[in-house]
């Protein structure tokens, strides 16, 4: 692989597309010696057709001779050169964790997550409770499909191995995808194995971990490596609690406000860095979205006031206010993490409307039973 020159080197990695009718083998081989989610895919007359991301490989089960036109998805073009959170916001909307890139009508390359995350030039507060994917470690003797299910299903880069409770390793997805792809293959050409999927899917997971080489305290502040590169979450214990993934990061982080199509004001995001500001807004959708597919929604409104200043940290005043064509609830709270205390205040603010909705509906089922009891 033949890298770019700067500034691209930072965000794009140089890679011929594959044509349809090469093999998933071939597509698991690239992916795993240059680090890469996904590769691009064009016709026998170089017109583009899509991608085969690593996970819609993984989920496939296919065998390692299955061609890439049986795999390939369609998505979007990254036009070269783009700013990395606009491509940002294509991984989100898409759900891959990787795009092919042009320039001047031909496919220069790819871009993924990890660059990208890279090239925001990050400088994380939050701490990784925040950003982490809650997660049962494997065990040792757990078998490679266990992994497989679990990496492809969620959008994991890396998932962590525990004996006992205690952290031993980590299965990473490209070796995941080189074992049952390239292993098989291999093995094939020296007579030892016939390269069936599923001989390597019943492996124990402890032939292919490596030793977990990023973990972060829950309450500790990940750095953008912990991001871009994935890390295991432990508590105090030492326990493992989650992971971080830069695939999951970017799709949960960057939440589409305009495509939500509902009536939300948020107010003081200026002075947050761009992880907060998006975990807010994220958490905001979250919560108006399942108000309003429950009520007639007319505002939604989240207000923080930044108070006293202690060094580098800052304390904010949070207030959430749910405004409905039938009534309104309120909730506030106050912290010096600003992510928490909005969570709170949305977390409560909901928990006050959903409490009514259920009385309501138990006055109401209570009429309807009282009805028939008397023969109304």
């Known amino acids: 692989m033949v890298e770019s020159t700067p500034p691209l080197d930072n965000l794009l990695v140089r890679l011929e597309p594959l044509t349809h009718a090469r093999t998933v083998s071939l597509a698991a081989e690239k992916m795993w010696q240059n680090e890469i989610p996904v590769v691009a895919v064009v016709d026998d007359e170089k017109k583009y057709l899509g991608v085969v991301s690593i996970f819609t490989l993984l989920r496939s089960r296919a065998h390692g001779e299955t ?22 916001r294509i991984f989100a909307r898409t759900g891959l964790p990787g795009l092919a ?33 809650p997660i049962e470690p494997l065990k040792p003797d757990d078998s490679v499909e266990k992994a497989r299910k679990l990496i492809a299903e969620i959008g994991l880069r890396l998932v962590p191995v525990a004996h006992d409770g205690r952290l031993v390793g980590a299965v990473r ?15 094939d050409k020296l007579g030892e194995v016939k390269g069936e999927v599923e001989y390597f899917l019943d492996q124990p997971v402890h032939k292919i971990m490596m030793s977990p080489q990023r973990t972060v305290n829950v309450d500790g502040v990940p750095t953008i490596e912990d991001i871009a590169e994935g890390a295991i979450v432990l508590d105090p214990k030492q326990n493992v609690v989650g992971v971080i993934s830069p695939y999951l990061f970017i799709r949960r982080l960057l939440p589409e ?44 409104s989240v207000v923080l006031k930044p108070r006293e200043k202690a060094g580098e940290r800052r304390r904010y005043d949070v207030r959430v206010s749910i405004k409905l064509d039938k009534g309104s ?48």
């Not at 061609?67 to 940002?88: F, G, H, M, R």
């Not at 009508?105 to 090239?119: D, E, K, L, P, T």
């Not at 997805?173 to 093995?187: G, H, K, Q």
């Not at 107010?267 to 979250?286: A, M, P, S």
């Open 67 to 88: 061609k890439l036109k049986n795999l390939v998805e369609k998505a979007p073009l990254v036009q070269w050169p783009s700013d990395p959170v606009s491509i940002a």
């Open 101 to 133: 890139v042009i320039e001047k009508g031909s496919i220069i390359g790819v871009v993924h997550a990890r660059r990208v995350i890279y090239a925001l030039k990050l400088a994380p507060k939050v701490p990784a409770r925040h950003i982490m994917y």
């Open 173 to 187: 997805v490209y070796d995941l995808v080189n074992f049952i792809y390239n292993t098989p293959l291999r093995r």
């Open 257 to 300: 406000v305009e495509e939500a199509k509902l009536p939300i004001r948020i107010e003081g995001l200026d002075e947050l860095d761009f992880i907060e500001r998006n975990l807010v807004t994220r958490k905001t959708v979250d919560i108006a979205k399942s108000v309003a597919a429950r009520a007639n929604l007319l505002e939604f």
């Open 329 to 376: 609830y309120t909730a506030s709270t106050s912290g010096w993490d600003v992510v928490q205390a909005v969570f709170e205040s949305l977390e409560l603010a909901y928990k006050n409307f959903a409490k009514t909705k259920e009385k309501k509906r138990e006055r109401v089922i209570d009429l309807a039973r009282l009805r028939k009891r008397i023969g109304f």
